[in-house]
């Protein structure tokens, strides 16, 4: 094998960091040197159908990485582990990895909890790898100042290089005035730190007190508890709509208002394609909100009434339109692996 670029994606199979990396493939894709690239791939990741050669797939098990390293190990210039984790081996090349997990950075503190023990695990895997990578990237301030919280790195060694697609979700048909004016979504996985249950009880307390917003959202089979709770709110006349899976586009080219109450993001890429969509969007009063974008306004994500009075307050007042204040830098990156 030639010496090449390695993006190492191992690890990455849905989610944000799939949408990422495929739009990292596409642009890789377009570049002169786009031969120079070699894509290591996880079994449950959908290859894009642009990539059609250097690229492999493999087990997504710590063994078959360090079998795949031992085997390759000096055949790139350069490494780009995308799934938080630096490569298993000591390189003599440079080596970035893209940190975008912000649990992973918050296990040393919870390790106690009994739901970061996995994650802290993993944690421990960074921390043991961690003199194999140069340096970590991440897309936010606040993902710094996480990432330097751990110890792993210096200031010095931590770029912070956002990039998204932002022509996917430009060109909305319809214009915000024509949109239904009393929906609101949230698409999103119903992992423990998207929220879910206090937006619930959000909704059920606009119910007791005479408010019909419809709330549409994307809660899938891996959360059974939440799927009973959705058909018991629509039995007692709660406007909730559940699509499992739907491309968020669908949702945000109709409706008005995103209401995301997640607690925890690393980037928040659902605030800025909302934003790129025409929604005005109401958000936590949190840090990562403000590292991407200027809400239209925001709430207690862990207190049910605050999100409840941001809603009514977008059915009956004239809110503004967000500002995306994360740029990106896909270019930037780009240039640093070429």
């Known amino acids: 094998m030639c010496r090449m670029i390695l993006i190492d994606a191992l690890f990455i199979n849905k989610g944000g960091g799939a949408v990422l990396l495929q739009y990292l493939i596409e642009k890789i894709l377009l570049l002169p040197e786009k031969d120079n690239f070699f894509f290591l791939l996880d079994p449950r990741f959908e290859v894009p159908a642009v ?43 440079p080596v970035y990895t893209y940190s975008h997990n912000q649990k992973l950075l918050e296990a040393p503190r919870q390790k106690f909890k009994k739901s970061y023990w996995r994650l802290y695990i993993k944690y421990l895997f960074i921390k043991f790898y961690n003199k194999n990578t140069d340096y970590y990237i991440v897309q936010t301030p606040h993902m710094v100042h996480e990432l330097l919280g751990t110890g792993l790195k210096d200031a010095a060694h931590c770029l912070t290089i956002p990039f998204y697609d932002a022509e996917k979700y430009k060109g909305a048909t319809l214009p915000f005035a024509q949109r239904p004016e009393a929906e609101f979504a949230f698409v999103s996985t119903p992992s423990p730190q998207k929220n879910y249950p206090t ?103 862990w207190d049910k009434v605050s999100i409840a009075d941001a809603v009514v307050a977008a059915m009956t007042h004239e809110l503004p339109f967000p500002e995306i204040i994360a740029k990106n830098d896909i270019d930037k990156l780009l240039a640093l692996l070429v």
């Open 51 to 93: 990539l059609t050669k250097n690229y492999l797939v493999i087990p997504n098990k710590v063994s078959d990485r360090v079998k795949f390293y031992k085997e390759n190990k000096t055949s790139y210039t350069k490494v780009f582990c995308f799934a938080n984790t630096p490569p298993p081996l000591r390189l003599n090349v």
């Open 199 to 301: 937006l619930l009880d959000a909704w059920e307390y606009l119910h007791s007190k005479g408010h019909r917003p419809g709330l549409h959202i994307t809660i899938d089979s891996t959360a059974p508890h939440l799927l009973a709770r959705l058909e018991d709110m629509k039995a007692r006349g709660i406007r909730v709509f559940n699509y499992s899976y739907i491309d968020p586009r669908e949702l945000y080219f109709k409706y008005r208002y995103l209401v995301c109450p997640s607690v925890m993001e690393s980037f928040g890429l659902p605030l800025i394609e909302s934003v790129e969509s025409g929604m005005k969007v109401l958000a936590p009063d949190l840090a990562y909100v403000y590292d991407v974008i200027k809400p239209s306004a925001t709430f207690n994500p």
